[in-house]
Each structure stands twice: as C-alpha cells, then as structure tokens.
C-alpha cells in the first residue's frame, strides 16, 4: 500500500543562504501532508497497529500529531478519536474534525489528555497512538534521512537542523542518520525559552520536567523530553540551542517574505538557526560546533505545522516588539 506521506523538496535556498553564511538547503515538510512532518512516524505507526488487527485510533494531541493521526485514520479507514486538553483552540479541534475523528475535550493539559486517551485506549481493539513517544514513530520520522540522502545523491550534509519537542522527530533523525552512518553529522537541536526540556536535560545530565510551558511555541511544549532523546547525546553529536519567541516568530516573518510560506512557531524555532545573524558562525567559534566542520549543505528541516495564521504571526509581531 502506498505510504501516507509524499517525498517532500529538498531545496536549495539563495536567501538561506545569503542569511546564515553557508550553503543551506530546506527539507520543506510544510507542503507534507497535513503541512507538517508528523504524518511520517504517525503513518508508520497508525499502519502497524491497524496490520495487528486494531479497529479504533486514539491520539492524545490538540495539535498536529492528532491531526495527523486522524489523516491516516480517514486513508486507511480505521475511526479515530483525538482527546485534547481545553487549551487546544478551536481551529485546531475543528482541523481534526475535518478529517473525520471525533474530538474529546478532557483536562488543562496535554498530560490530563494524555490520560484520558490511554484510558479510552485500554478498549478492546483500541490503539494509543503516542505523539511522539515510540519507537515505530522514530523509524517513520527517519524516512526524511533516506530521503534527503538520495536526493543529495549520497552527499553528506554539514550538520542537521531540527526542532525540538518532546523529541520524536530528533530521535527519528538520529535513527537515519545511524542507519545510514552519517554517525558524525552534526545535529542542531533548537528549542524556544519555556519550552526548553531537552536543553534543560542535557545541562542537568538528567531529565528535567519543566514547570510549566510558557513559550508561544505550544507544539514544542513537552514538560519532559524522551528519555531516547537524552540517551542519544551520549552516541551522537547533538549541539542544543535554545532561541527566544522573538527569535523564533521573526524566522516565521523572514521565512515567509524568503519564501513565501506560512510556518508556526514550532518551526520557527529551527528557522532561527538560518535566521539569527551568526548563528551557526558563532556556534562554531564557541567551540560548540567543530570549526573543522564543513558547513556546506546544511539542512533545515522545515517541519511546518497548522498552529499559525496571517493574524496570528501579526499579532505575536506585535506583541514581541517586532512590528
Ligand atoms: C510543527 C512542529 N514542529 C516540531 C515539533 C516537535 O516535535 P517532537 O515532539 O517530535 O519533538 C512539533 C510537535 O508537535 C510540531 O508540531
């Protein structure tokens, strides 16, 4: 059967380019199905537990793992029903209606939703379809690695640019690029301040649940990183940064008027490693980037995500001084 996802561009960008002062290629996960790279490790998962024989998909996301997964719920003609917490506005319940999954509303939080979902999921026949805590979920995220390795035509690339979460789609890089040992490419892991729990587990050496999320950037809002994500900084060279919502919506800004494509915050955060003046110069004169490392053919991945409107980039502009 045909997998749920397309083989997005890998696209080299002049204004990129010019604006990080190396050669920058974008994996453009926002023209993905459902505008964000989630469908990849969703769709693998959603497909695996349907061939062991499960009739009912439950999600625990307001955002863009649970329309993902009731995009591969409707393709594959399993019901879905996403429990979200009351913090998940209104567009977003009605983006999951669309694709025909019921929508529960239970709790504050993504947690309280959480519970909910995995008590629904304890049915008969039922699957909890984890956002991004799994290891089916990793494999299909690494798909964007192989992809992006035959559309270099082998090349290397100088490092990795991805935004972090509760760390599925970093996990699903490493995993690819272990699997195609490109074991000493660099990954830049980037987060916004408040939403920060992998840099916060990496400068602790422990896990670390943050008290709140008070970043704009809710699709990273993950009180607790994987432990997978953790674990991996001890096999492979992951470089965390942490970047300020200004930082993170003047790349969603930029972006758009480079490119002319509406991302959210989420992936505004990665953006900013293109979009800060230095950023990735200054990682390497810190040290904290090998200044042997090539920079040419650093990608970005551009996760995407339905989180964000003209409005909604306008008055976060606003909001954080940036018009
Ligand atoms: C647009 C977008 N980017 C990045 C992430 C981070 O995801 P992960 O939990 O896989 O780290 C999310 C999570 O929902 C997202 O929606």
């Not at 990129?16 to 505008?35: D, F, P, W």
């Not at 529960?104 to 984890?130: C, F, M, R, T």
Request: aromatic share 4%; net charge neutral.
């Amino acid at each position: 059967m045909a997998a749920l996802h397309y083989e997005t561009p890998l696209v080299e960008s002049d204004l990129a380019s010019q604006r990080a002062g190396c050669k920058v290629l974008l994996k453009l996960e926002n023209v993905q199905n459902t505008s964000v790279y989630k469908i990849r490790g969703i769709g693998h998962r959603c497909r695996k537990v349907i061939q062991e024989g499960c009739t009912h998909l439950v999600s625990s996301s307001g955002g863009n793992a649970g329309i993902a997964t009731a995009f591969a719920g409707r393709k594959l003609g399993v019901p879905v029903t996403v429990v979200v917490p009351e913090s998940t506005p209104e567009v977003m319940r009605e983006r999951i209606r669309k694709e025909k999954a019921d929508v529960i509303v239970h709790g504050k939080v993504w947690d309280d939703a959480n519970s909910k979902s995995l008590e629904l999921a304890s049915q008969p026949g039922y699957a909890h379809i984890h956002p991004f805590d799994h290891p089916d979920i990793w494999e299909g995220h690494a798909s964007l690695i192989y992809e992006i390795k035959s559309q270099l035509n082998g090349a290397k690339p100088g490092a990795v640019i991805v935004a972090v979460g509760g760390g599925g789609l970093l996990n699903g890089i490493i995993h690819g690029l272990q699997a195609v040992n490109w074991n000493d490419v660099p990954v830049i892991a980037m987060e916004t301040e408040g939403a920060d729990s992998f840099a916060a587990a990496c400068k602790a050496g422990k896990l670390v649940t943050l008290p709140d999320i008070t970043s704009i950037a809710k699709c990273l809002g993950a009180k607790t990183v994987t432990q997978k994500s953790f674990d991996l900084t001890k096999e492979h060279p992951i470089v965390s940064c942490v970047v300020s919502d200004k930082a993170a919506v003047n790349a969603c800004d930029k972006f758009l008027d480079d490119h002319h494509c509406l991302v959210e915050p989420a992936c505004g955060a990665a953006l900013a490693a293109i979009y800060e003046p230095h950023f990735l110069v200054d990682l390497q004169e810190k040290g904290r980037l090998s200044s042997s490392q090539n920079l040419d053919n650093v990608v970005c991945i551009v996760c995407g995500g339905n989180g964000i409107s003209i409005e909604l980039l306008l008055k976060w502009k606003r909001d954080l001084g940036l018009s």
